[in-house]
């Protein structure tokens, strides 16, 4: 982990991962979408679940760390509001740089499609989120409906996108040595003049799947920022978008508060597959 904060959160989210309760639910874990040890998803579903909503929530890490369990402390939320819950992990760039983990993430959003009606889902009533780089990934696979058509998820599918702390934007025009941003372009992007093709606010034109944006008070600054860039321009298109900043909170704080089963992010949730029916 880059820093100690980073280390204290995977901690924290991978012991409730070993706490979870498991009533009520139907898992199925290690869903392979490819060859590759990381292309695997895990599925939680309300028991006997059919026809539901289908929640895709990619895990954070900044591309470099990270895995599926990161998430598994909100299936038992999720599939009380009646949805299943999908966790993919993708390829970290240690095995290869992005595009890869973009690339993964289509790929295994057209496996869903595919195979997740057997697993109580609607491949029609997709919602996307993550955290952080997770969340950086389900932005950019909502943004770009010609590369989902690719991979057979059908048009409209995508009902909303629900990103927490995303990094909507990966340019940096002088990156401080060491830092995170200079990361991006010493480790995560296989080539630096990519960091606008991987940047979810270049692809807002057009956009219509609906946001809801969040990101905590304590945010690094390149979070706060893109949001509220990301938020102006997603403004100018046909979907709605809102944002919502989590007062006290830090980068990891907005996610493990979602630990509360009356989070507002739930709550938006419900509002989201309330506006639609099977």
């Given amino acids: 982990m880059p820093f100690q904060a980073a280390e204290d959160y995977a901690c924290q989210v991978m012991s409730w991962a070993r706490e979870l309760p498991t009533a009520g639910m139907d898992i199925q874990r290690d869903v392979a979408y490819g060859e590759n040890r990381l292309q695997r998803y ?3 579903s309300p028991a006997g679940a059919k026809n539901a909503p289908v929640v895709v929530f990619w895990h954070g890490g900044g591309w470099t760390n990270g895995y599926r369990d990161y998430n598994a402390f909100m299936a038992p939320h999720i599939t009380a509001l009646g949805c299943v819950l999908v966790s993919p992990s993708y390829r970290l760039v240690a095995e290869a740089p992005l595009p890869a983990a973009f690339e993964d993430s289509l790929e295994m959003l057209g496996h869903v499609v595919q195979y997740i009606g057997r697993m109580g889902g609607d491949a029609d ?5 993550g955290h952080s780089a997770g969340a950086h990934l389900a932005s950019l696979v909502a943004l770009r409906p010609v590369d989902r058509a690719r991979f057979g998820v059908r048009q409209g599918a995508v009902r909303a996108c629900l990103p927490i702390s995303g990094i909507m934007d990966l340019y940096h025009p002088s990156p401080a040595p060491g830092s995170l941003e ?12 990519q960091d606008a093709v991987m940047s979810p606010i270049c692809w807002t034109a057009g956009n219509s799947v609906p946001f809801y944006l969040s990101y905590g008070e304590h945010d690094s600054e390149r979070v706060q920022r893109s949001n509220l860039r990301i938020r102006e321009l997603l403004k100018l298109q046909q979907a709605g978008v809102d944002l919502r900043i989590m007062q006290g909170q830090d ?17 938006q949730l419900a509002k989201f597959t309330s506006e639609t029916t099977a």
């Fill in 42 to 44: 895990d599925v939680f």
């Fill in 182 to 193: 200079e990361r991006v372009y010493s480790m995560v992007l296989q080539d630096t003049a």
């Fill in 251 to 267: 980068h990891f704080q907005a996610h493990t508060s979602l630990r509360d089963a009356h989070h507002p992010w739930y709550q």
């Fill in 125 to 129: 009533r997709l919602y996307l989120g």
